[in-house]
Every structure is written in C-alpha cells, then in structure tokens.
C-alpha cells in the first residue's frame, strides 16, 4: 500500500513556474493560470496505478511523472480547478487516503546570499533549468522534505515578489528552490515561501531521505 507523502494544489501556475515545468516536463505542457496538483508517494513505482487513476476518471493532464528509488511524484494540471480537485480525489480515493494522511513539510535549509560574485553566478547559471542569475543580485535557497511541497514555496514566492524563478526541483529526497532577484525582492519572496510551507497541514514526518 502506498504511503502518501505530498499533497499540494496549486490554485494558479505562475507564468515562471509554469515555463519551469515545461521545460523539465515530458508530459502535457500547463500555461500560466492553470490548476496544478502535486502528489508524492512512497513506494515510487506506485505512481503509475494513481496516475491511470485520475485519467480514466477525470480530464486532468499530466505534466510529468517521476519515479525515484524511494518516491514517486506526479503534476496534473487544468484549467478548471474542479477537475483538478477531482483527480487529486480520484488519487487519494485509489489510495485510500484522506488529505491529512499527507505528511506535513519541513525546512531543512534556507540561505539568502547577497551581491552573488560573479563566479558563483556563472557556475549557477550552467546547472539551472530557469531564469539566469546576475552577479550582484541577491539569491534564495531553500530546501524541503518531502520534495514535491517546493513547487507550492516557488509559485507563493512569485505571487509575492518580482523575482527570477532560476530553478526548482520537486521530487527526490529533498525539494530545492533556487530564486534571484533585488534584496527587498528577495526578502518578500523568501517570507512567502517559508510561509506557504509552514501553513500545509499533515503528519509527522520522519526526517531523512531516500530518492
């Protein structure tokens, strides 16, 4: 039986956290404004039961699905948020699972560094999958378990602030979160992020990390 790990809507993709998801996706491309719904489970390949699922039942599109040795996470998305809703129930219904069964994320690390030098910026910008970083400007770094509650901390941060979505990964051991942008920016994005993540719900988790 599969252990539900993460469960995350997303009322509406911003348009740097969708173009991020389009570019590592290998599924159905979301565009800003659509709902999204994050699932993470353990045992990883249990996901793909949960993905069929919500398909036959719902018209819900999947932007990717991801199997870990230890995790598996999928995206759906669409731009009805009921259909979302229904196929997160559809997931949790072929689980037998409620919401709250979901474990409650945790910060493991969060950093600011400011006025970025300019070969920590070159060596950040040859690994990222969004915007580039400038020297100078200020970076936020986050880190979460489990994963797949980054991608909630990344679209709350652009809802917040102006910022530069450089990259974020929601699956695996630990989610990261990678965001550039002003000080004051930078400031507001990370209060957001810390908040959205402080405000999900769930059990207690028991730290560490496969993947």
């Known amino acids: ?6 469960y995350t809507f997303l009322d509406a ?9 389009c570019t590592t ?3 159905y491309y979301p565009v800003p404004g659509v709902a999204s719904l994050f ?19 719902t018209a819900a599109q999947p932007a990717t699905i991801v199997v870990e040795r230890s ?4 995206e759906l ?3 009805d948020q009921g259909v979302v809703q229904a196929a997160g129930a559809a997931v ?3 689980m037998g699972a409620k919401v709250e069964d979901r474990i409650k994320p945790r910060v493991v690390s969060s950093t600011i560094i400011r006025n970025i030098q300019p070969m920590h910026a070159m060596i950040i910008d040859r690994i990222r999958f969004g915007a580039m970083i400038e020297p100078g400007l200020s970076l936020f770094i986050m880190e979460c378990e489990p994963a797949a509650y980054i991608a909630l901390a990344a679209n709350e941060a652009e809802k917040a602030a102006n910022i530069r979505l450089v990259d974020f990964t ?15 920016e930078i400031d507001e994005a990370a209060k957001a992020a810390m908040s959205a993540l402080e405000g999900i719900t769930g059990q207690a988790g028991k730290g560490g990390g496969g993947g």
């Open 25 to 27: 996706c290998k599924g």
């Open 170 to 184: 929601p699956f695996g051991a630990f989610g990261r979160l990678y965001l550039a942008g002003t000080e004051a």
């Open 13 to 21: 993709l911003q348009p740097q956290v969708a173009a991020h998801i």
């Open 39 to 57: 699932v993470e489970i353990a045992p990883g390949m249990e996901i793909h039961s949960l993905l069929d699922s919500a398909l036959k039942t």
């Open 71 to 74: 995790y598996g996470m999928l």
């Open 1 to 6: 039986m599969a252990t539900l790990r993460s």
């Open 92 to 94: 949790l219904g072929a």
């Open 77 to 79: 998305h669409h731009e």
